[in-house]
């Protein structure tokens, strides 16, 4: 973790390996959320909806930067093309935000191959450090790093890469997630909380840290077991521990739908009703669901249209995160300028749904999980697959298949064909066959890494016979003739 470690080895300390975060193109621009056009015209640069956190006596910006999928650009290395973060992209970016009224941006060490605070700190470090508040977070994935020692050197090597002496919201990071130690025992939530936080100390020594001022708020993030979330409440409650923030998914599927969705998850209405009992803010991550919420069946969109013709898909998820008054800001991650300016449009000012329109979205979300998508958010801690399976890309497809009306057609229906067509040319197209789901072994190496607790074998030997079953009648239909 000091200053000469390469960047390889640092990933491996991590325990994400070569892992790489994908860009969504999913996220709320023109063009690219199921038809809707964003608003028009000049945004303006001081009407940043902002948000009071009490204990430190500041304002937040509604919209807050997720800076997990910073742009990438290509560079040749040794004679191979290979994506490297586009810093000069980057910096524009964050220029345009900071310009803008956004003041909170949220990274990690485990980010874009470990390169996102790094990126992230050049970017913010040509602004005045009182006009930003940065997160980031004790990401001790991996059992090499839970000892005291290599839980210390990631915070201090965030300061570095960060080029600041504190950290303005510091996150435990993902609490509740399943793990496995280094004896290849599985760990259950409560298990890895003790073994990554409360065991080794660093809990303690975060707070510590809050007291010398080095981070000012002490908070976590949430994906898994709730025994977990209602343990550290109670912590909370007892006065052992204060919470400043809590990080939580929240949209308008997830509201009710979570545990539908995936029963290791929990609906946001109660997550976040046991935050705003306690006043504790809450910060919100996953206001797209990994991008899905920016592409919606095409009745419900047209429901979005009538109402708002103006605003993006995309812009209805963000306002509902945004409406709740116990949110701090919601996080976005925008690779691109227009999902920058789209959302910009969405927070300046905010306009809080009415009830109405909340319940417009909660009955889309009634429709939308009847529908059989795996509930991934492209974040890549999963990868890299020692089979060389490329699990996010097969979701995505199979996810945007679904959104497209290419899925699961009756055989006599008219459809049936061009949808066939367009799964099977479009599995091809997106992911290379050698690593496509039926090369997949069930290892479950994956599973413990999955923040949204998905059976990924499981769900990959589904995608498969779809697939097998939709070539099958490819091949029969070729012997007939």
């Not at 099958?472 to 070729?478: A, F, G, M």
């Amino acid at each position: 973790m000091n200053k000469d470690i390469s960047r390889r080895a640092f990933l491996k300390a991590l325990g994400l390996g070569g892992a790489t975060i994908a860009v969504p193109s999913l996220i709320g621009c023109a063009g690219q959320n199921g038809g809707s056009k964003a608003s028009q015209g000049e945004i303006p640069t001081d009407k940043m909806t902002m948000r009071h956190n009490p204990h430190t006596n500041e304002d937040v910006s509604i919209l807050g930067y997720g800076c997990m999928r910073w742009p990438t650009k290509k560079e040749e290395k040794d004679g191979e093309e290979i994506d490297v973060l586009d810093q000069e992209q980057i910096n524009r970016l964050v220029d345009f935000a900071i310009g803008h009224g956004v003041n909170y941006f949220d990274t990690s060490p485990a980010y874009c191959k470990g390169q996102s605070e790094t990126a992230t700190g050049t970017a913010l470090a040509r602004h005045d450090r009182s006009k930003y508040f940065v997160a980031t977070k004790l990401s001790n994935f991996a059992p090499e790093t839970w000892s005291h020692e290599a839980g210390v050197a990631m915070f201090e090597n965030s300061l570095q890469q960060l080029q600041t002496d504190h950290i303005d919201y510091y996150l435990l990071h993902c609490i509740g997630m399943p793990t496995r130690d280094l004896q290849g025992h599985d760990l259950n939530g409560m298990e890895a909380l003790h073994a990554r936080f409360l065991d080794n100390g660093m809990l303690d020594w975060c707070v510590e840290q809050q007291r010398k001022g080095r981070i000012r708020n002490l908070g976590w993030s949430y994906h898994g077991d709730i025994e977990v979330v209602d343990y550290l409440l109670s912590l909370h409650d007892a006065g052992k521990y204060h919470w400043d923030f809590v990080q939580i998914q929240l949209n308008y599927v997830d509201w009710k739908h979570a545990r539908e969705i995936n029963p290791g998850n929990t609906n946001a209405e109660y997550l976040l009703g046991e935050l705003k009992k306690r006043h504790i803010p809450a910060v919100i991550m996953e206001p797209l669901l990994g991008g899905r919420l920016a592409k919606v069946p095409e009745y419900i969109a047209k429901k979005y249209l009538e109402r708002e013709p103006e605003r993006s898909i995309a812009s209805w998820a963000f306002r509902y995160a945004g409406t709740f008054p116990e949110v701090l800001t919601v996080l976005s991650g925008m690779t691109y300028m227009e999902h920058l300016e789209d959302n910009l449009r969405s927070f300046t000012p905010l306009k809080p749904l009415s009830e109405e329109e909340v319940q417009m979205l909660l009955d889309a979300a009634d429709d939308i999980v009847k529908n059989p998508f795996v509930a991934c958010n492209y974040c890549n801690y999963c990868m890299p697959c020692p089979y060389g399976i490329d699990i996010p890309s097969i979701f995505r497809h199979y996810n945007r298949c679904i959104d497209d009306g290419n899925y699961n057609h009756e055989r006599e229906s008219a459809e049936y064909r061009r949808a066939r067509r367009a799964f099977l040319v479009g599995y091809d197209r997106s992911v290379p066959r050698l690593r496509q789901a039926d090369h997949c072994i069930g290892c479950g190496e994956c599973k413990s890494h999955c923040p949204q607790r998905i059976d990924i074998p499981a769900e990959l030997q589904r995608i498969d016979r779809y697939a097998e079953s939709l070539k099958t009648d490819v091949l029969q239909q070729t012997a007939k003739k």
